[in-house]
C-alpha cells in the first residue's frame, strides 16, 4: 500500500482504466485450461449425398452461400465439392471414410498421399479446418480400432511435412455408446475394452490442440429410456425446477440432455487424466418423420430440437460443468437422404427436402437471425410439385371439406379461381388451413403433397391468406421480410450492437475521470 501511494496520480488513472476495461469488457473470458477459440461457438451442418437428384457441387455451395451457411462437415472429400467451396468463406471438415482406415494405418505413403490430394491440392483457397478419420470406428468396425491411431499419427505427420498442422486439427467423431454410465454424469467412464484407444486419442488431442468429436443425439437418449428421460428434457423445452435433473454428487442441475451428455464426455475425460480437450459435437439433430415404432420422430419435435439447439450454442450457454465452455455443433443434418435404408426415420433428419425446399421452418428469431429461415415468420403453406392431380384433389377437398379452411376466394369468378388448376387452388386452400392452425409445421403435409415457404405465392389480385396477415403490419416489417427472400437462412454470430459497445465505454471513461479526481484530492 505504502508504494501504491508514492505513484504517480496519471499513472494510478490509467491503471484503474486498463482494471476496468479488461474485466468489464463483454469478451472477457476468465483464465481456464482450455480457451474458448475466438470463432466459437458456431453451427454447422452435415452434409449427406445419400439424396436423389442431389444438387450439383456448384448448386450446393450457391445454396450455402445464399442460406449464409459457413460451417459444414462432408463424409468425405468429394474433390468437385471442394474445388467449388474454393474461395468462399465456408469451413470445411472433410472425412476420411472408414474403408479407408485399413490403408492409411498401414502406410505412411498412403497417408501423405491422401494428404497431398485431398488437402494440399485445395488449402487454403479452400478453408478445410479439420479432419475426420473415420465415423464412430471403435462401436461401427471395431476391426479397425487398432489402425485408427496409425492412421491419425500418420496423417498429422502428412500435415506436419505440409507445413499445415496448425491450421487443420485431426481427430475421429465417436458414438455416445464409448460411455458407459452417462448419468449422473459425475459417474460416467468410458468403456473399458477400448480405454487404451481412447487414452491416446486424448493424448494426441492434448498434444495437437485438436477437439474430442461427439456424435450427440438426445432423441436416442430418449427413445432409449421413455418414461425415465421426459420428453421436454430432450427438446430444450423450458423446464420447472423439479423437472431438472440434478446431479447428486456435483448438485449441479441439467435443463437438457445434451448438456448432461457433454458434461459426461468430460467427466469420462477427466477419469483419464485428461482436462484439456475440448468436445465438438459432429452431430446431433432429430428426425422429422418415422414409423410406428417412432412416434415422437415429428416435424414440430424437429422444428423444436433444432430452434432451441441453435438458441442455446448462439446464447454462449456452456453446460453446468463448464459454463464457460460452449461446444460447437454440426446438425444432422442439412438435406433429407431419401436413399437411405429403412427404418423411415434415416431419411428424414434433414433441415431441406433435396430440392432445397425446407421441411419446416425453424423458429430462432430470439437469437439475433441465426439459422432463421424468416425471423419475420412471415410463411406459407403450398402445394407441392411433381403430385398427381388425383392425390392433389383428394387433399383439396379434405381441407376445403374437414379442415374448414375458407376456400370461397378460388370459386369461380372469384380472385384466386385463376389460373383454375387443382395446384393453384389446392396451395390457397392448403394456406388457409396452415395459417388457421397457426402456422404449425404438423398443418402443412396434407399426406407429403404440401410444404412450407417463405416465398409470398400470391399473384395479381390473389393475396394468400398469409399475406392478409402480414399486410397488417407496419410497412417497415413488410419491405424487411420482402428482402429476406425465399426460403434464406441467415447464419450471423450474436453481436454486440454498437450502441451498448458506445455506453460501456463512456461509462468506463467517465468512471476513470471520476477517480482520477478522488486520486488528486488524495494526494494533494
Not at 415422437?296 to 446464447?315: C, E
Request: charged content about 15%.
Amino acid at each position: 500500500m505504502a508504494n501504491t501511494k508514492k505513484l504517480p496520480p496519471f499513472f494510478l488513472f490509467l491503471l484503474f482504466c486498463c482494471c476496468f476495461f479488461s474485466t468489464s469488457s463483454p469478451n472477457f473470458v476468465p483464465e481456464i485450461k482450455v480457451q474458448q477459440d475466438k470463432d466459437e461457438p458456431y453451427v454447422g451442418v452435415n452434409i449427406g449425398t445419400d439424396v436423389s437428384n442431389l444438387l450439383s457441387p456448384a448448386d450446393l455451395v450457391a445454396f450455402l452461400q445464399l442460406q449464409k451457411i459457413t460451417h459444414i462437415r462432408l463424409y468425405d472429400a468429394d474433390p468437385d465439392i471442394l474445388k467449388a467451396l474454393a474461395k468462399t468463406k465456408i469451413r470445411v471438415i472433410i472425412s476420411v471414410p472408414n474403408n479407408q482406415i485399413l490403408a492409411i494405418g498401414s502406410s505412411n505413403t498412403t497417408a501423405a498421399t491422401w494428404i497431398g490430394r485431398n488437402v494440399a491440392a485445395y488449402y487454403p483457397e479452400t478453408l478445410i479446418t479439420a479432419i475426420a478419420v473415420g465415423d464412430e470406428i471403435l462401436t461401427t468396425v471395431p476391426s479397425s480400432a487398432p489402425l485408427l491411431m496409425p492412421a491419425i499419427e500418420s496423417l498429422y505427420s502428412a500435415l506436419v511435412a505440409a507445413n499445415l498442422h496448425n491450421q487443420i486439427k485431426i481427430s475421429t467423431p465417436n458414438a455416445a455408446s464409448i460411455i458407459l454410465d452417462p448419468f449422473p454424469p459425475s459417474q460416467a467412464f468410458f468403456n473399458q475394452s477400448m480405454s487404451s484407444v481412447l487414452s491416446k486419442l486424448l493424448q494426441f488431442c492434448s498434444r495437437t490442440q485438436s477437439p474430442l468429436m461427439m456424435n450427440l443425439y438426445p432423441y436416442y437418449v430418449f427413445m432409449q429410456n421413455k418414461g425415465v428421460v421426459p420428453i421436454d428434457n430432450s427438446l430444450f423445452k423450458p423446464l420447472t425446477p423439479s423437472k431438472e435433473m440434478v446431479d447428486p454428487n456435483t448438485l449441479l442441475h441439467y435443463t437438457n440432455v445434451l448438456d448432461a451428455m457433454i458434461d459426461s464426455v468430460y467427466f469420462s475425460m477427466k477419469n483419464l487424466n485428461t482436462t484439456d480437450v475440448v468436445v465438438l459435437v459432429t452431430e446431433s439433430g432429430w428426425p422429422s418423420k418415422g414409423d410406428s415404432k417412432e412416434p415422437y420422430a415429428t416435424i414440430d419435435n424437429a422444428d423444436t430440437y433444432n430452434s432451441n439447439l441453435i438458441k442455446h450454442i448462439i446464447d454462449r450457454s456452456g453446460t453446468p460443468l463448464h459454463p464457460e465452455l460452449t461446444s460447437s455443433v454440426y446438425i444432422y443434418e442439412l438435406f433429407n437422404e431419401d436413399l437411405r435404408s429403412p427404418p423411415l426415420s434415416e431419411a428424414n433428419w434433414g433441415l431441406f427436402h433435396g430440392n432445397s425446399t425446407p421441411v419446416y421452418l425453424l423458429h430462432v428469431s430470439g437469437s439475433g437471425t441465426f439459422l432463421a429461415n424468416d425471423t419475420t415468420n412471415q410463411t406459407y403453406c403450398i402445394a407441392m410439385d411433381g403430385v398427381d392431380k388425383r392425390t392433389m384433389q383428394t387433399a383439396l377437398d379434405w381441407a376445403c371439406g374437414p379442415g374448414r379452411a375458407n376456400c370461397s376466394e378460388i370459386q369461380p369468378g372469384e380472385s384466386c379461381y385463376q389460373p383454375n388448376d387443382v395446384k393453384n387452388h389446392a396451395s390457397y386452400a392448403f394456406d388457409s388451413y396452415y395459417q388457421k392452425e397457426g402456422g404449425s409445421p404438423s398443418s402443412c403435409d396434407f399426406k407429403g403433397v404440401a410444404m412450407i415457404t417463405t416465398t409470398d405465392p400470391s399473384h395479381g389480385s390473389c393475396i394468400f391468406p398469409g399475406s392478409k396477415k402480414v399486410s397488417n403490419k407496419t410497412s417497415e416489417v413488410a419491405n424487411a421480410t420482402q428482402a429476406s427472400g425465399a426460403n434464406t437462412i441467415r447464419f450471423l454470430g450474436a453481436q454486440t450492437s454498437k450502441f451498448d459497445k458506445n455506453v460501456h465505454v463512456l461509462f468506463g471513461v467517465t468512471l476513470c475521470l471520476f477517480y482520477y479526481s478522488l486520486i488528486q484530492v488524495q494526494l494533494s
